[in-house]
């Protein structure tokens, strides 16, 4: 235990700055990479592709892409770090120096609105690192960078993430650092000439209805009915997760004028349950490079949508260029992984997505025994804050206190009753007074 806590003292995780952007770009491509995927089905309906089957020098290349708009909109990305906005954790990038030298780097993002689920985009580590004597491992630099976002970022209760199954440094880093599998994902590639053969099939949709934030609350069951309970605890989606902004539709305009794409969504709606039991979302590229992407969601009563969202997908795409399409599919949708294959798509990767709950400790404070504690300290409440004005019972008080101070006999001495005068008082009193006459004097 001495040996390791000594190879992790030297590691130093800080936010990145604009000068370690070539850095991050050196570890991203020629780095050791642990991680780097965007879950088809992880992500938000809104958007998100399957990114499996890629090359070392496509992954290179996306890296260098990636960074681009970070070197030029580094000041601004900055500003919308510093207050809540949709993008504000949309770089949030932290490194790992050892003895001054950037020697690994992590990139986290929000899973949902809520930001209650994070996940690991990306965990890159010096290849040329080697552990003898007090450098550090690159087991230990992941494992730091790791633990510095568990508990950096507070709000985040569960952590995601998603590994090569082939990848056991990956792992096995991940199950170091207390992550459990969550589900299989397995990524489809359809050819050009298949979706050519599927788009000439009619698909038998009357109900199929454009995506609005007015259908939210519909997709958002769609989405919790669609996942076993586990994988829905992870994700925490809510109806605010399947809506878009003003905002956030510009700069998604924006981005895909950039890159040159458009986005085609829409639902299937059951009239009679009132419920949405379908959903696809078609990122179409224009690049004759790029292949196109769909995420899909399928109500598990309902999988003979499948073949007929998938024409309609296909028919969708022949207005583009013929390039494949991807998308994914979880181990908990084995109909859907069965009718893939049999139209005869290729399988081209497989991952295992992973999760971890993290519970922040509160701080201790030091118990107190309640025998010294003074009552005016418990009911500090209580306390009148100013001099208490004098009541009508207060005052009369005060004024017979000094009364009685001054004749301190008076106690002593009986108190004389006064006696109603009589009728010899009477007798004695002026005989023209009228007031000693009688009522009715006597005939």
Known sequence: MTSAHSKTTSISIRPFQYRDLDDIERLS????????????????????????GRTEDSSAEEARQALKPLRRWYGFLKCLSWFPNPFQHLFCIYVAEVKGQVRGMIRVAPFNRTRST???????????????????????????????????????RTWLIEVGVTDKTALGLYRQNGFQPLAQMTYWTIAPELLTALAEREPDLPNL?????????????????????????????HIPDFKTSL???????????????????????????????????????????????A??????????LYPELLSQMARIAQDFPNQ???????????????????????????????????????RESKPVSLEGLQLSDVLQGLQPAHKPVPGRMSLLNSIRLPQ???????????????VPKSVSDQTHSAPNDPSNQPENPPA
């Open 29 to 52: 491509v020629d780095g050791l990479e642990i991680e780097e995927c965007d879950s088809a089905e992880g992500g938000s309906t809104e958007g998100s592709s399957a990114e499996g």
């Open 118 to 156: 994070w996940r690991v985009k990306q965990v890159a580590v010096d290849a040329m690192v080697a552990g003898n004597g007090d450098r550090p491992m690159p087991m230990d630099i992941g494992s730091q960078l790791l633990r510095y976002c568990f508990e950096a970022i507070w709000e985040a």
């Open 209 to 237: 209805l454009p995506v609005s934030n007015a259908d939210a609350g519909l997709l958002h069951q769609l989405d919790t009915a669609s996942m076993p309970p586990l994988v829905r605890q992870v994700f925490d989606r």
């Open 247 to 293: 905002f956030e539709a510009v700069m998604d305009g924006m981005k895909r004028w950039v890159k040159k794409t458009e986005v085609v969504s829409g639902y299937v709606f059951e009239s009679q349950r009132k419920a949405a039991i379908g959903y696809f979302q078609l990122q179409l590229c224009r690049k004759e490079n790029q292949p196109h992407s």
């Open 295 to 304: 995420h899909l969601t399928v109500h598990p009563a309902y999988t003979w």
């Open 324 to 362: 494949p399409l991807q998308l994914a599919s979880a181990d908990y949708q084995p109909e859907r992984e069965e009718y893939l294959q049999q139209i005869g798509a290729e399988r081209v990767d497989h991952t295992l997505m992973m999760s971890r709950s993290v519970w922040h400790k509160l």
């Open 404 to 418: 009685a101070a001054a004749n301190p006999l008076r106690d002593q001495v009986p108190e004389v009753v006064p």
